[in-house]
């Protein structure tokens, strides 16, 4: 399959699993091309937490309805203190590192055959809160991983797409 093929086959499960746990060697694909992602400056500030353990999990269902049942979670989250500042003193790169970091582990794991969903719909104070986080340490997002249940599909508008003129110019 072709990179084009993978992007546009993964989706977001919105329904796990929960009995088929994630092979070990699987994650450790996942989380090496989070570790190889670009970041500005390399400066690498992402933190990583897998959520797998009966605690774990519990504590992610107590910041988020959105599990769908998946038997782990990794949370994404990046050090103030490593980003980088852009010119203009604006602008931080650490919630974009965090998301190219999450976007490479995803798309691993859609190329292993892993389902997974990007979740946004949660408090990131209170996830830092509850997570016992560091105060430079920022919650970007949750990411659900494991195996679709059998007869989950894509949500009906998964392939609906702008055409490439609305959001693309040339110059």
């Known amino acids: 399959m072709d990179f084009l093929e993978l992007a546009k086959k993964r989706y ?3 329904k796990f699993d929960p009995s088929r746990k994630l092979e070990k060697e699987k994650l450790e694909k996942i989380l090496a091309a989070g570790q190889v992602a ?3 400056k390399n400066s690498q500030p992402q933190r990583i937490y897998v959520m797998e353990s009966d605690d774990a999990l519990k ?3 107590s910041i988020t309805p959105c599990r769908y049942g ?5 949370v994404v989250t990046y050090n103030s ?3 980088f500042t852009y ?3 604006k602008y931080t790169s650490g919630a974009e590192d965090a998301s190219i970091v999450a976007t490479h582990m995803m798309l691993m794991a859609a190329f292993l055959g892993v389902d997974s969903c990007w979740l946004n719909f949660f408090d990131p104070d209170k996830a830092a809160e509850v997570l016992n986080l560091p105060d430079n340490e920022k919650v970007v997002l949750i990411m659900d991983l494991g195996y679709a249940a059998e007869g989950t599909s894509p949500l ?3 392939e ?3 055409a490439i003129g609305e959001f693309v110019s040339y110059r």
Do not use: R
């Open 156 to 158: 009906p508008n998964h």
């Open 12 to 14: 977001s499960c919105k």
């Open 38 to 40: 670009p970041t500005a």
């Open 81 to 83: 203190d490593e980003e």
């Open 160 to 162: 609906k797409t702008k």
């Open 59 to 61: 504590i992610v269902d």
């Open 87 to 89: 010119p203009g003193e």
């Open 70 to 74: 998946a038997p782990m979670a990794l």
